[in-house]
């Protein structure tokens, strides 16, 4: 066991993938269900939403109209983390049974319940309702002109405007919804599945001499309503002390659009002609310089290794100049190796999680039609992965002949995550305080906690363990006893500079889908072009490798043996430009107005960030590794 603790890994991983994709397939919701004509449906409310806020609500947060008994659905750790709430709510009706204009009740206004919809109206939120596991949509032209139709999430909660002749502002509800069911029906059985979930939103202020609540009787709410909202009706206005009266109807339409395509349309995107021709300029940009560096690499490389064999033989050996001259201090174990040690074992953790995250949502296992699994999966495979990051560490560690491993187990087990967690629980008091529904509940933290500290914390020990007991990575040259100086380096071949420099091309391969990123999650749009993200992160590990290792020779051909560190924070500095990017995002893209929004947006990218650094740095850093041992292994020193 001792001997295959990679081995020991890829079992207890593919055991856990294997359990969870096998439950993938039997989420509710997931798959499909048949209904026949008459039965039941019943539509469930999701949380209330904004672009510009951030902060997402509970859908009686405001006040709607409430079932006698409000119920829960499940949820999963994703759901909880992203603020999804979802509740039965009070619109049922019959599977292919059309309702002409119903009243779902009668809402007294007070002062507070007023100002709470008119704040919802200002901060544009929009309400998410879901209907057999497919979210409601607003259908919407394409901003292009192209004759296809393409959805918005949910509708608004309200609108401003003016009456005729009055500059004074007010504050209208949707308080009319015209939903309309598309749904797929089987000729053989005539049952059918549901295969969209669309609404109209309308405005009406509603009209009644005397209130029956058992059956009430509203001149407005008629067959001919649906029409009404779209002419020349007075919209119901939001005041203290207003009455709102709630209404729907309900239409059905067959559709040729089969169960297994339904969620397509949700994922039209207006701009995919940009989006490819983006990805595809990336690919070419990158591509190109990867062929320019490992040409230039190989030829230089070839001769430097040529040249020096040719020396040894010519008795020239005393003239040594370059990368050779510092081969007796190039495996010096650098200043806080033991942090390092920390961090790469960490980098390695995260590249297990996403790697594999990342392969079963290209095969679809973590589509948006899987609420939250996607969030769920990249918890779970952090928690996982602790593993590969005990190994990591502690076999650099016992090459640098460390002794302390236990210390070096816990650093690595505690430190990412515990900075994580508490930049997290920070911003989770900001949401609490706002009220929102986003705000992470007391006992989903202490099951991340359990998480964190009973699975993760001795997946950590046990790597450690399995990685100490190994015997340590032989250098394949001695190291002198004495540390040689280092000549005084030009201004380009600073640290600073070239940890800088070095940042800008992995950066530049991720950059354009980082735009798209960064909408889907601020913008509330969803994700799906996981293939893609796949192919962009392949680009990152190999421009971080490969300009690791060309600025890394460049330093060891000026004499400065210092590589280590340098060769981490070189590809790691590319979070930086991260975190540049994600600023430039916040002023020209996003609406944000709040403070606490946008506290909230800079906390969540500083940890997207950190996590972007330590991935990155991780991946140069092994890059550089292997390049400085195959080089000084290839040369016949004395």
Request: some cysteine; proline content about 4%; aromatic content about 16%.
């Amino acid at each position: 066991m001792g001997r295959n603790p990679a081995r020991v890994a890829a079992i207890v991983t593919c055991l856990f993938l294997l359990f969870s994709s096998g439950h993938s397939f039997y989420l509710p919701g997931v798959a499909p269900r048949d209904f026949t004509r008459g039965d039941e449906l019943q539509v469930k409310v999701n949380k209330l939403s904004s672009t510009k806020t951030q902060l997402p609500y509970d859908y009686y947060f405001l006040k709607y109209c409430k079932p006698k008994k409000i119920q829960n659905v499940a949820e999963n750790l994703g759901e909880v983390l992203r603020g999804d709430r979802i509740e039965n709510s009070i619109y049922t009706f019959n599977m292919r049974e059309e309702k002409s204009c119903t009243v779902a009740c009668k809402v007294p206004l007070d002062a507070q319940a007023a100002k709470d919809f008119k704040e919802k109206i200002n901060d544009e939120y929009r309400v998410n309702m879901i209907l057999d596991n497919l979210p409601v949509a607003v259908l919407r032209q394409r901003r292009d002109g192209i004759p296809s139709t393409t959805y918005e999430h949910g509708f608004r909660v309200g609108f401003k405007g003016n009456y005729a002749g009055s500059k004074e502002e007010k504050y209208f509800i949707h308080n009319h919804l015209s939903f309309r069911v598309m749904y797929h029906r089987d000729t053989e059985t005539d049952s059918a599945r549901i295969v969209g979930f669309e609404v109209s939103p309308g405005s009406i202020n509603h009209e009644y001499k005397e209130w029956d609540e058992k059956n009430p009787n509203v001149p407005t709410c008629n067959q001919n309503t649906k029409n009404m909202v779209q002419g020349s009706t007075v919209p119901q206005e939001v005041d203290t002390d207003k009455e709102i009266i709630f209404t729907y109807d309900v239409t059905f339409k067959e559709s040729h659009i089969k169960w297994a395509s339904r969620w397509d349309t949700y994922l039209l995107m207006n701009d995919d002609q940009i989006h490819w021709f983006s990805i595809i300029n990336s690919l070419m940009i990158v591509l190109f310089l990867s062929g320019m560096v490992a040409m230039i690499m190989m030829r230089t490389l070839y001769r430097d290794i040529a040249n020096y064999n040719q020396l040894e033989t010519q008795d020239e050996a005393q003239e040594e100049t370059g990368w050779k001259l510092v081969h007796g201090d190039v495996f010096r174990a650098p200043v806080n190796y033991g942090l390092l040690c920390v961090y790469v074992g960490t980098g390695v953790q995260i590249l297990a999680m996403t790697l594999v995250t990342m392969i079963f949502a290209s095969l679809g296992f973590l589509s948006p039609s899987n609420r939250g699994g996607l969030m769920t999966a990249m918890v779970l495979l952090w928690v996982f992965m602790g593993l590969f990051a005990g190994y990591a560490s502690s076999r650099l560690y016992k090459m640098f002949k460390g002794t302390e491993w236990k210390r070096i187990t816990l650093k690595t087990a505690f430190m990412f995550p515990g900075i994580l967690f508490a930049v997290f629980f920070v911003l989770n008091a900001l949401i609490w305080g706002e009220k929102s529904s986003g705000a992470v509940p007391f006992g989903t933290m202490i099951a991340l906690v359990c998480l964190w500290f009973g699975i993760s914390v001795p997946l950590v020990f046990v790597g450690s363990y399995l990685g100490f007991k190994k015997p340590a990575a032989e250098d394949p040259v001695k190291t002198n006893k004495i540390p040689r100086q280092v000549p005084e380096q030009a201004w380009y071949m600073k640290p600073i500079f070239s940890v800088l420099i070095g940042g800008i091309l992995p950066f530049g391969a991720v950059f354009i889908e980082l735009f798209f990123i960064l909408t889907s999650i601020w913008l509330n749009q969803f994700y799906y072009i996981f293939g893609f993200l796949f192919i962009v992160f392949v680009i990152l590990i190999v421009t971080s490798a490969e300009i690791t290792i060309v600025l890394c020779y460049f330093q060891l051909c000026s004499e400065d043996y210092h590589w280590w560190w340098r060769a981490y924070l070189t590809a790691g500095s590319s979070a930086l430009y991260l975190f540049l990017y994600s600023a430039f995002y916040f002023f020209t893209k996003l609406e944000i107005t709040k403070l606490v929004s946008g506290i909230l947006y800079f906390g969540y990218m500083l940890i997207a960030s950190y996590a972007f650094f330590v991935l990155t740095g991780t991946i140069g850093f092994y890059a550089c590794f292997w390049f400085v041992r195959k080089i000084y292994s290839s040369v016949k020193i004395d």
